[in-house]
């Protein structure tokens, strides 16, 4: 069974960066898409990033597109979340998803069945 360890969050400046981890144990992500997640009190979970199984083609959320970069390093059996220029309103729990989504629901979070413990980024003003 894939276990997924999430790592890298904190506090940060805006304006500052932060790179998060999702690593598998357990298992591989080899043939498995992964996506980034993000949720705060009182609102829906949101999509952040996505990447297919192939590392080949990436998505993201409209409000993130341009600042954050989803990666797999298929050695390290990591996905990688580069975040830059970082918002207060970037502030949330992060969580690392795994699953087969097809193209047309890889944003959607019933897409994926193993997800991570979550990791808080908070961003000051």
């Known amino acids: 069974q894939v276990q997924l360890v999430e790592s890298g969050g904190g506090l940060v400046q805006a304006g500052g960066s932060l790179r998060l981890s999702c690593a598998a144990s357990?298992?591989?992500?080899?043939?498995?898409?992964v996506a980034w997640f993000r949720q705060t009190p009182g609102k829906e979970r949101e999509f952040v990033a996505a990447i297919r199984a192939s590392g080949s083609n990436t998505y993201y959320g409209d409000a993130l597109k341009g600042r954050f970069t989803i990666r797999r390093d298929y050695a390290e059996n990591t996905v990688y979340l580069q975040m830059n220029s970082l918002k207060p309103e970037d502030t949330a729990i992060y969580y690392c998803?795994?699953?087969?989504?097809?193209?047309?629901?890889?944003?959607?979070?019933?897409?994926?069945?193993?997800w991570g413990q979550g990791t808080q980024v908070t961003v000051s003003s």
């Open positions: 998803a795994v699953g087969r989504p097809i193209l047309s629901t890889l944003h959607q979070a019933s897409a994926y069945y193993y």
């Open positions: 357990g298992g591989t992500f080899r043939g498995y898409g």
